[in-house]
């Protein structure tokens, strides 16, 4: 298979974690013969500081005219702590995201074995968590109409969905749970808001196409509680654009760390890649940022175009990792091991996974291959 793809480093940690992400993807091109043409392209503050704009037009077009985006992080502080930027790089990913019609955002949640003890949660709690949320991308309170008063002292963000927008992705939220454990929980406010009651009303009717999976309903503050107190009850979560960004997140403390969680933004031609974590600016630099949510939103690419085998190897490739011990300090606070080394470990398992046999973690060295 032939493929270009987009690469979007971005900011801060972003170009660290997305270079890992495309060691696999060229291990994964080298040992199953398929070709990946990679292009970069600015994005975020860095496009700003160099352009002006978040999403300079060239970025756009390359993105419109390639199979995938691989995308990293963006964000500066410089832009966080300046309530009063007009430009941030916040609004070249919305614009993204508009432009490519990326509606839905799909991100599994399941911690792995070796990593329950990084949890703050209990054990008990956590083990056997395996859900996965829908978040719809490109409604809601982020695309509405914002308004601020002359003086500054009043504003307002408006919520907007139309029955199209949520029945696009209730489709996909069903068909998922259809292939999981045939449980789907819609996530709301369907007691305060308008756009939840809407919500329910069309999920409720595309539900009636899939008998076969169980639908329930949380409003989002019991919902919110629920993931910490019992998440292994969810097997699929479908929610709004806000709700799910707030989810998603708090989700994440279930794996142990941010820097695990990939996810892929979907739409009716276009498709991008991207670890869910920040831009993490404090990190850059440095070869401590986790790159495993990048190199497991190369696999989610993988399985996007049916390349599933070839995805399982990343998956495989991770949990090797994990199981030794070579991942970043935000997961084992006195390891040796930094961003380049656990992409290296994941990149050498898919050219050579038997060699793994010989792996001894004494012998791993900054420069030096993770396979001895």
């Known amino acids: 298979m032939n493929l270009k793809i987009a690469v979007l480093p971005g900011d801060g940690i972003g170009p660290e974690v997305i270079l890992q992400a495309k060691k696999a993807l060229h291990a994964i091109g080298e040992v199953y013969n398929h070709e990946f043409v990679f292009e970069e392209a600015l994005m975020g503050a860095v496009a700003i500081d160099k352009t002006g704009n978040p999403l300079p037009e060239q970025t756009l077009n390359l993105c419109l005219n390639t199979d995938a985006v691989l995308f990293g992080a963006i964000g500066d502080p410089k832009y966080d702590n300046n309530?009063?930027?007009?430009?941030?790089?916040?609004?070249?990913?919305?614009?993204?995201?508009?432009?490519?019609?990326?509606?839905?955002?799909?991100?599994?949640?399941?911690?792995?074995?070796?990593?329950?003890?990084?949890?703050?949660?209990?054990?008990?709690?956590?083990?056997?968590?395996?859900?996965?949320?829908?978040?719809?991308?490109?409604?809601?309170?982020?695309?509405?109409?914002?308004?601020?008063?002359?003086?500054?002292?009043?504003?307002?963000?408006?919520?907007?969905?139309?029955?199209?927008?949520?029945?696009?992705?209730?489709?996909?939220?069903?068909?998922?749970?259809?292939?999981?454990?045939?449980?789907?929980?819609?996530?709301?406010?369907?007691?305060?808001?308008?756009?939840?009651?809407?919500?329910?009303?069309?999920?409720?009717?595309?539900?009636?196409?899939?008998?076969?999976?169980?639908?329930?309903?949380?409003?989002?503050?019991?919902?919110?509680?629920?993931?910490?107190?019992?998440?292994?009850?969810?097997?699929?979560?479908?929610?709004?654009?806000?709700?799910?960004?707030?989810?998603?997140?708090?989700?994440?403390?279930?794996?142990?760390?941010?820097?695990?969680?990939?996810?892929?933004?979907?739409?009716?031609?276009?498709?991008?890649?991207?670890?869910?974590?920040?831009?993490?600016?404090?990190?850059?630099?440095?070869?401590?940022?986790?790159p495993i949510a990048s190199i497991l939103s190369a696999a989610m690419l993988l399985e996007h175009f049916g390349l599933f085998t070839e995805a399982n190897v990343i998956y495989k490739a991770i949990e090797k990792a994990i199981e030794y011990k070579v991942v970043t300090v935000d997961l084992k606070p006195d390891s040796k091991f930094g961003t380049n080394e656990v992409g290296e470990f994941v990149s050498n398992f898919i050219f050579s996974k038997d060699d793994l046999l010989y792996f001894r973690n004494d012998n791993v060295y900054i420069g030096q291959s993770t396979i001895v």
Not at 141 to 158: C, I, P, Q, R, W
Request: aromatic share 8%; with cysteine; net charge neutral.
């Open 83 to 290: 309530p009063n930027a007009k430009v941030r790089p916040e609004q070249g990913l919305l614009k993204l995201r508009k432009e490519l019609g990326l509606f839905a955002n799909i991100r599994p949640i399941k911690p792995y074995k070796a990593l329950v003890e990084a949890s703050p949660l209990k054990r008990e709690i956590i083990e056997g968590a395996d859900f996965t949320i829908f978040r719809e991308l490109t409604g809601g309170a982020y695309f509405g109409a914002k308004t601020l008063n002359e003086e500054g002292t009043h504003a307002s963000d408006l919520c907007e969905y139309s029955e199209e927008e949520i029945t696009r992705i209730a489709h996909l939220a069903f068909k998922s749970a259809q292939n999981r454990r045939k449980k789907l929980t819609m996530v709301d406010k369907a007691n305060v808001l308008e756009t939840s009651r809407l919500w329910r009303k069309v999920v409720q009717k595309v539900g009636e196409s899939y008998p076969d999976v169980l639908l329930d309903f949380l409003f989002v503050d019991n919902a919110a509680m629920q993931i910490i107190l019992n998440p292994k009850q969810f097997d699929v979560i479908l929610t709004e654009n806000l709700f799910g960004d707030i989810l998603s997140d708090e989700a994440s403390v279930i794996t142990g760390s941010i820097g695990l969680l990939a996810s892929a933004s979907l739409g009716e031609k276009n498709a991008l890649f991207e670890p869910i974590h920040g831009s993490y600016p404090q990190a850059k630099g440095k070869n401590i940022a986790n």
